[in-house]
């Protein structure tokens, strides 16, 4: 199931990895994250390659719906409780700079990637008093934040806080533009990471700096990503003839939170959140239909697909050094679905690491920032799913039912850590509930931090 992106934009062809080469940075991957990385170091002199498994966008930044925002949900409230003014300025300072940031990007490259600037909403159907909060934790930060009833939805709400001035754009358009001036070597998928090298299967990069982009990293020892994060999946429908929209809309109540923006002639419509590896029963896109049909009764679907990101411990994502014991390797990751605007903010807060340039919103993304109340219970609560995860089915399991679905003998175990894997049936597809790692029917390897296909060795334990 492509995504509308995929289907508008020719990705230009890069060769592949075909000898052992050095390099000041060397980039593992070529998302948003990767390529905004790799264009402000090379911006700077660096000299920078990038190493992408299949061709560049063609991870989750594919699939996105590229609202690029400093609005991530309700954040601001709870950033100054639990983290104080100064920190949550951070936060939001670093995120609307990325807005401008990538008006200027376009500006400057002149890339014509449909890009315009729009209010963002969250929305709420039930009590506008946690957008009266928000609204009042944003300005506190300096950003400019207004409640309203008047919206451009096709259902009343109680209230809406708009942030102005927030964007969207064709998120491959841009990327392929940005890229053309990057060296990537595509189809090189890196199998394994020692120091300052980097295995490709066939050959080796040496680099005095390492970064990984790939969206969830693969190396588990150090920096022990695997117990500080998740995923969560959802879908979307492109529909014709639906609304037209003054803005991007996104909604607070749990039952009610549907993504809206559009795009050309068309609106794209998302929702059906779940934590990757729980949606047994499926019925995610039905449930969308269902919806679209309501609100836009004469509406017709003209594409669907989905996605899914990282969520940390904090809800902050984890940009910066990747461990103490390793300060020349970097991450970028932990988007909680604003990876847009984090993937700038990562760029930039990693390319003036590199470069030895003061960034100062750097501590509030720093992966080894301190522990809040909120993240030792939410890593409490992720060693359980990977307790129930491993332990699941491991008596009871019969290999004719395995079989059935995947054809690939001794059980549907994740090639990651072991933890059993369940069926998607909206999308066909494994997942992992541990740590999110997603595999075809046939255990071809999807989405990290797995970083192998399904073997008979590795799909059991
Ligand atoms: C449904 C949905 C809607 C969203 N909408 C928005 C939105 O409106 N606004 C917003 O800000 N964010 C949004 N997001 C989040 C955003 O799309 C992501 O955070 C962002 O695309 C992540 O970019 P990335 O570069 O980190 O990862 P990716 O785009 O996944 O890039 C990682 C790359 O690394 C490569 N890779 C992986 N492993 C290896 C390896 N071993 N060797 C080499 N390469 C490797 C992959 O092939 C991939 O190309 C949304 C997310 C979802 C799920």
């Known amino acids: 199931m492509k995504s509308i992106w995929n289907e508008t934009t020719e990705i230009f062809p890069s060769e592949p990895l075909t000898r052992d080469i050095t390099a000041d940075v060397v980039v593992i991957g070529g998302g948003m994250a990767g390529i905004l990385t790799a264009y402000y170091l090379q911006e700077q002199?660096?000299?920078?390659?990038?190493?992408?498994?299949n061709c560049i966008g063609s991870g989750?930044?594919?699939?996105?719906?590229?609202?690029?925002?400093?609005?991530?949900?309700?954040i601001y409230d709870r950033l100054i409780r639990e983290w104080g003014e100064q920190k949550a300025r951070q936060y939001a300072q670093a995120n609307q700079e990325a807005v401008v940031a990538y008006a200027n990007l376009v500006k400057k490259l002149g890339i014509d990637c449909e890009f315009q600037r729009k209010p963002a909403y969250l929305y709420t159907l039930s009590d506008s008093e946690v957008l009266e909060r928000e609204a009042h934790a944003a300005k506190r930060l300096g950003i400019e934040a207004k409640v309203t009833t008047q919206t451009t939805l096709p259902f009343p709400v109680q209230g809406a806080l708009m942030f102005p001035d927030q964007a969207m754009?064709?998120?491959?358009?841009?990327?392929?533009?940005?890229?053309?001036?990057?060296?990537?070597?595509?189809?090189?998928?890196?199998?394994?990471?020692?120091?300052?090298?980097v295995f490709t299967g066939r050959h080796t990069v040496r680099a005095k700096h390492l970064i990984f982009a790939s969206h969830y990293p693969f190396v588990n020892i150090p920096g022990f990503y695997f117990a500080r994060m998740h995923q969560e999946r959802s879908y979307v429908l492109a529909l014709e003839q639906a609304g037209h929209l003054d803005g991007m809309y996104i909604g607070v109540d749990k039952d009610a939170s549907w993504s809206m923006r559009n795009t050309g002639n068309l609106l794209l419509f998302g929702g059906g959140n779940?934590?990757?590896?729980?949606?047994?029963s499926g019925g995610?896109?039905?449930?969308?239909?269902?919806?679209?049909?309501?609100?836009w009764p004469v509406s017709r679907e003209v594409a669907r697909w989905s996605a899914q990101d990282c969520i940390t411990l904090d809800g902050i994502p984890y940009i910066g050094n990747f461990s103490k014991t390793r300060p020349d390797w970097y991450v970028a990751t932990g988007f909680g679905k604003w990876g847009m605007s984090s993937s700038m903010v990562a760029a930039r807060i990693i390319s003036d690491a590199i470069v030895g340039q003061t960034n100062i919103y750097k501590e509030v993304f720093s992966p080894q920032r301190l522990w809040k109340w909120r993240t030792i219970q939410n890593f409490l609560k992720e060693g359980r799913y990977a307790a129930v995860g491993l332990t699941k089915g491991i008596f009871t399991e019969k290999i004719e039912d395995v079989k059935e679905h995947a054809g690939i003998g001794r059980g549907p175990r994740c090639a990651h850590m072991g933890c059993k894997l369940e069926w998607n049936p909206d999308e066909g597809i494994w997942e992992c509930p541990c740590h999110g790692s997603r595999f075809q029917a046939d255990g071809e390897i999807i989405d990290n931090p797995a970083n192998q296909t399904l073997s008979d060795e590795t799909s059991s334990l």
Do not use: C
């Open 284 to 295: 995610k896109y039905a449930e969308l239909e269902k919806q679209a049909r309501n609100f």
């Open 274 to 280: 779940h934590r990757t590896g729980e949606n047994k």
């Open 169 to 197: 754009f064709h998120p491959l358009k841009f990327l392929t533009a940005v890229a053309e001036r990057i060296t990537i070597y595509a189809e090189t998928k890196v199998e394994g990471v020692e120091k300052m090298s």
């Open 60 to 74: 989750q930044t594919e699939d996105t719906t590229a609202k690029i925002t400093s609005q991530h949900s309700l």
């Open 45 to 53: 002199g660096v000299d920078v390659v990038v190493l992408e498994a």
